[in-house]
């Protein structure tokens, strides 16, 4: 297996009827998502893109949240920093409902206003394509410069001179010179740098990264994990690391929630769930991982079938049309009863319909070997 660049060692990963879960006592993690959903009305039906999503996590800590294309990551992160409600799909808003707390204050029924002083300041974001991200026709500087003078009151000379000390923070060379250069201007991963370096302006105290080696090759890959890893040291944030990539969270992550078809089905210390995971999408995941260490020519293990449409999500378990083992449960009940979160260690949770000593046998004795 992959080895881990980090120990699981965040706060306690919580399952629904916890205290911190949806529907108890007040938040008692720096970041507490409760029963998260973002609906999207269309004419072909609701898509319900997230559906029930709850996680804490902890100053100085780093969630990792993985799962295929569509499975719900990226609009989870952009419906923590409150960007679905900004704007309109077609006529129709977002439906979001749900809570977020983030030190102490409740985001989603928040005065739009309000998020927006916290959004850049308190919390940013690392864009999945920061030529996207970026606006073509002004300077990296100047981008720089403005999104430190929203929440600094101070003259363009100052905001320019933390723009310079921010590009050479994330190791851009000539900083005093490409502080003038536009967004084309860089390659793909001075520009990752630079959309780090606008992110992390303001010092926030949580940080989401979506997909944010995406396109880039290896060796650029592992220099933007090692600042973002290093960035986090020095700055002291939580850090969400939106991917599907499990090399990048094993780099990077303390904790893992797995995601498919809007919803958690496994979530836990990294340790528990790359080396002793308690679902089979996350067995699936870990066995089309590449490895350095596999037979060039041995050929990868696929999760079969499709993702779920999110219109028509299955009854019970989401995962059970893709299932290898939906047989395995009494009664049939992955067809009909959705599963919950339930703990499969310390600090580990799974759902699954199958026990706890069968997940444990058939990732023992027929998957681990295997991989």
């Known amino acids: 297996m992959t080895n ?20 108890s006592a007040a938040p008692t993690a720096f970041l ?53 409600t900004a704007g309109q799909y077609g006529r129709r808003k977002a439906r979001i409902s749900g809570e977020v707390w983030l030190d102490g204050q409740e985001l989603l029924g928040a005065d739009p206003d309000r998020v927006r002083r916290l959004r850049g300041r308190n919390m940013a974001m690392i864009f999945q394509d920061p030529l996207s991200a970026l606006h073509p026709y ?32 994330v190791g851009i060379p000539q900083p005093d010179k490409r502080v003038d250069s536009y967004p084309h201007e860089f390659s793909g991963g001075m520009r990752q740098r630079a959309m780090i370096a606008m992110s992390l302006v303001n ?27 290093d960035l986090q040291k020095e700055f002291g944030s939580a850090v969400i690391v939106i991917t599907h990539d499990l090399g990048v969270v094993a780099e990077l ?34 066995g089309s991982m590449p490895r350095v260490d596999r037979d060039q020519t041995e050929r990868l293990i696929p999760v079969k079938g499709s993702p779920p449409s999110l219109i028509n999500i299955p009854d019970g378990c989401a995962f059970n049309p893709r299932c290898p083992y939906a047989d395995v449960p009494e009664k049939n009940a992955t067809r009909t009863v959705r599963p919950d979160l339930r703990p499969a260690g310390d600090r580990h949770f799974s759902a699954c319909h199958m026990a706890t000593e069968d997940r444990t046998r058939i990732w023992t004795e027929e998957i681990a070997p295997k991989l």
């Not at 706060?11 to 911190?20: C, D, N, R, S």
């Not at 929440?151 to 723009?163: I, L, Q, Y």
């Not at 078809?261 to 679902?279: D, N």
């Open 32 to 84: 507490e998502v409760r029963d998260l959903k973002v609906h999207f009305p269309t004419d072909d039906g609701l898509v319900k893109s997230v559906d029930g999503l709850s996680f804490q996590l902890e100053r100085g800590k780093t969630l990792g949240i993985v799962g295929e294309s569509g499975s719900g990551k990226s609009v989870t992160s952009l419906g923590i920093m409150g960007l679905h």
């Open 203 to 229: 010092n926030p105290e949580l940080l989401i990264a979506d997909e944010p080696t995406t396109a880039l090759d290896v060796t650029v890959q592992a220099q933007i994990l090692d600042l973002i890893r």
């Open 138 to 169: 002004y300077t990296i500087g100047k981008q720089i410069v403005e999104a430190y003078r929203v929440h600094h009151k101070v003259d363009k000379k100052t905001a320019r001179k933390r723009a310079v000390e921010m590009l050479d923070r």
């Open 253 to 286: 992550a303390d904790d893992i929630l797995v995601m498919y078809g809007g919803r958690c089905v496994e979530r836990g210390p990294a340790e528990k769930v790359f080396y002793e995971p308690q679902h089979p999408y996350t067995w699936g995941l870990l």
């Open 4 to 23: 881990l660049g980090k120990a699981g060692t965040s706060g306690p990963v919580l399952a629904p009827g916890e205290v911190g879960a949806p529907g």
